[in-house]
T-cell receptor, first 110, second 115 residues
Framework: EDKVVQSPLSLVVHEGDTVTLNCSYE??????LLWYKQEKKAPTFLFML????IEKKSGRLSSILDKKELFSILNITATQTGDSAIYLC??????????FGQGTRLTINP | GAVVSQHPSWVICKSGTSVKIECRSL??????MFWYRQFPKQSLMLMAT?????????EQGVEKDKFLINHASLTLSTLTVTSAHPEDSSFYIC???????????FGPGTRLTVT
């Protein structure tokens, strides 16, 4: 059975801390791995990772994929209260289908 | 950027009635649209994939006669929840991709509450 597992499920830190979110997967016909941020409504796209070992970076966020060990991490440095959200990891299976993990609920306290 | 809208954003209905949710791609033509369901504190679960002009493909365990999907044009897909029950209460999100992209653009979601 295809599955995407995220950890931790919930994380509470103080503003300024650095956090690492994990995503492991076992999905057939893997094409790429995507990270999304979900606040109150629909997910917004953060990164898409296709190749192993190449870090993608956007401001304080960065992510990397390990296709041998079948996992990805999302790092957020110098966290801010606006980073509080649910972070979703999804695997693009084949041409179009996204298989989502359960999400990590991140809370940044001031 | 590509924009996907949903209507309504929030709906309450009585048990046994049907509810229609619309998903529109506003500035691009969506050859494929997806419908997801998200229960509280859970992740998005794909319900079905719809291609314009053809029947939707439903995921295992999703009743096609209960969740009617129509993708009549390249900018509009509808999900009708028939004979809704309280357990159908959920957050329904659509997404769309265009011809030249595999990236899914998500709508803002519709929160359905069945009383």
């Amino acid at each position: 059975e295809d599955k995407v597992v995220q950890s931790p499920l919930s994380l509470v830190v103080h503003e300024g801390d650095t956090v690492t979110l994990n995503c492991s997967y076992e999905v057939t016909n893997f094409r790429s791995l995507l990270w999304y941020k979900q606040e109150k409504k629909a997910p917004t796209f953060l990164f898409m990772l296709t190749s192993s070992g190449i870090e993608k970076k956007s401001g304080r966020l960065s992510s990397i994929l390990d296709k041998k060990e079948l996992f990805s991490i999302l790092n957020i440095t110098a966290t801010q209260t606006g980073d509080s959200a649910i972070y979703l990891c999804a695997v693009l299976q084949g041409a179009q289908k996204l298989v989502f993990g359960q999400g990590t609920r991140l809370t940044i306290n001031p | 950027g590509a924009v996907v809208s949903q209507h309504p954003s929030w709906v309450i209905c009585k048990s046994g009635t049907s509810v229609k949710i619309e998903c529109r791609s506003l500035d691009f033509q969506a050859t494929t649209m997806f419908w997801y369901r998200q229960f509280p504190k859970q992740s998005l679960m794909l319900m079905a994939t719809s291609n314009e002009g053809s029947k939707a493909t439903y995921e295992q365990g999703v009743e096609k006669d209960k969740f009617l999907i129509n993708h009549a044009s390249l900018t509009l897909s509808t999900l009708t929840v028939t004979s809704a029950h309280p357990e159908d209460s959920s957050f329904y999100i659509c997404s769309a991709i265009g011809e030249s992209s595999y990236e899914q653009y998500f709508g803002p979601g519709t929160r359905l509450t069945v009383t």
